[in-house]
């Protein structure tokens, strides 16, 4: 099919923001969506395309409509094309609405263009019916519009002409549910009976996956991935697309929502624009900036690792006790800055597992365990930052009693080597963390003067004072009352939000699972089953154990 839009290393230039050279096309009658937090340039694109950028920018590369270069046209000849061969309807109604005209005076002079003026009223009317607003809507003036009524008549104003592309900035953000669920109705009803495209800008994910058959996703001015919809969104490559995932609202309808962490620098603009907020990044990554590289069909990524990587993977492992199989041939893998919830019923194996990939039982078969792709070296990943901590079940076999909190917490830095005079001050940073004092009455108190939850809070304080990349919490909650557990589970969390770590939980709370996981599996004698979102919100939860 013949393009409708060619976009040949556009950029722009402001003082304080910059949109990077981007490539890309879409075809007539296609729908395009350009997803990205605030701020990623989204906008920025949508002014560049239309020629509507303000004064300041400085716009490059080449943008073509219809076959036409529209960047290097006379404004003049630009207005030509616009209403009847493109047209952009944008998020900010105030700004493109005339507020001393009515709205049947704004569309007049719409159809001017084209339409003598006996024919407008039914136009009008046919228009307003279309986009869910009533004929009596046309004697209003715009400062008597709800923001969805405001977007619903941009959009009128956009098809009027019925041109061949449209623009929509954040279409939907000023609807309420039901008005959202209409405009994606009418927007897929334009598309297929009029042969309208549409480049939908957006943070709305649903609308995104409702509408769109390809997907641009934008950060920081940079294009980031891009792919087929459905696979972009089923299984992102980019650990930016991944948080934006995770953290919509419309897309976790049962899980907490987490924002991406952030940034923990100043951008140097030289490297990644994400290294900042990633949990995978390298020292490379704050000083070589990415491009955009083909990985698959139909997808690109930028990224210096080639996209998100496993921190820990194991093939075919099998323990046995004896003569007794615990387990046989289990695979498992867990991704940089991702939380895995290992579910099923007491003795399936869940904790024997556990110990085995953090190191602590070797007597196991199978293809062995790779870590960030080296062999695992456990006695070194557990004396070293960026390795593997565990949290034991029991916090009180865990703990030695005998001991203070200090030393309780300060014992792998200890052996680490840490230099002695940083050892306090990252105790006492850890305890405030976990939401425990760092006085020096708390720091002296014995483990055995603690409570129950503040033993499990020493414990996880211990295991992160070695700023692990893993960490392995086997029923951290199983001997917890429910305001605890709760507590627990969100500091866990927040912490990993916070610190970028991967998380591994053993439990068999798969309420809990539900809440906080990116993935669950569902440990049986068959080995590991990964629970899709209808089966462990849907299902009798006694039944998914069965």
Known sequence: MKDILKVNSLSVAYSDFELHPLSFSMQEGEILAIIGESGSGKTTLARAISCLLKEDAEPGGEVIIDGAEVLSMSESERRKMRLTTFSIAFQNSAEWLNPTMSLRAQLNEILDRVMKRERQEARMLELMELVGLSGDDLSRYPKELSGGMAQKFLLAGAIALEPKLVILDEPTSSMDVKSRRDFSELIKKLNSEKGIAFLIITHDLSLAAALSKRVIVLYEGHVVETGRTMQLLEDPR?????????????????????????????????????????????????????????????????????????????????????????????????????????????????????????????????????????????????????????????????????????????????????????????????????????????????????????????????????????????????????????????????????????????????????????????????????????????????????
């Not at 939000?497 to 669950?520: P, V, W, Y």
């Open 238 to 546: 980019h650990p930016y697309t991944r948080g934006l995932i995770n953290a919509s609202m419309s897309m976790n309808l049962a899980r907490d929502i987490w924002g991406i962490r952030a940034a923990d620098s100043p951008y140097n603009r030289k490297g990644c624009p994400f290294c900042r907020r990633c949990t995978q990044s390298l020292p490379l990554c704050h000083e070589k900036a990415p491009s955009l590289e083909e990985c698959g069909e139909d997808r690109q990524i930028s990224c210096n690792r080639g996209g998100i990587v496993a921190l820990m993977e194991a093939k075919s492992l099998s323990k046995a006790y004896g003569k007794q199989a615990v387990f046989k041939g289990v695979d498992f893998l867990i991704h940089y800055g991702e939380i895995v919830s290992l579910v099923g019923k007491a003795g399936v194996g869940k904790t024997t597992l556990a110990r085995i990939l953090a190191g602590f039982d070797e007597q196991y078969t199978g293809n062995g365990i790779l870590f960030d792709s080296e062999r695992a070296d456990f006695e070194l990943l557990h004396r070293t930052k960026r390795g593997v901590q565990m949290v034991f079940q029991d916090s009180e076999s865990a703990l030695n009693p005998h001991m203070t909190v200090k030393e309780a917490v300060s014992e792998p830095l200890l052996l680490s080597k840490e230099a002695p005079d940083s050892i306090t001050p990252a105790v006492i940073k850890i305890l405030k963390e976990v939401g425990l004092p760092g006085d020096d009455v708390f720091l002296r108190k014995k483990v055995r003067a603690l409570s129950g939850g503040q033993k499990q809070r020493v414990s996880v304080a211990r295991a992160l004072t070695m700023e692990p990349a893993l960490l392995i919490a086997d029923e951290p909650t199983s001997m917890l009352d429910p305001s605890s557990s709760a507590n627990l589970i969100r500091m866990l969390k927040t912490l990993q939000n916070q610190h970028g770590f991967s998380m591994l939980i053993i439990t068999h709370d798969l309420e809990c699972a539900l809440k906080i996981s990116d993935r669950i599996y569902l440990f049986t004698e068959n080995g590991l089953k990964r629970l899709l979102p209808s089966e462990y919100v849907t299902a009798n939860l006694e039944k998914v154990f069965d």
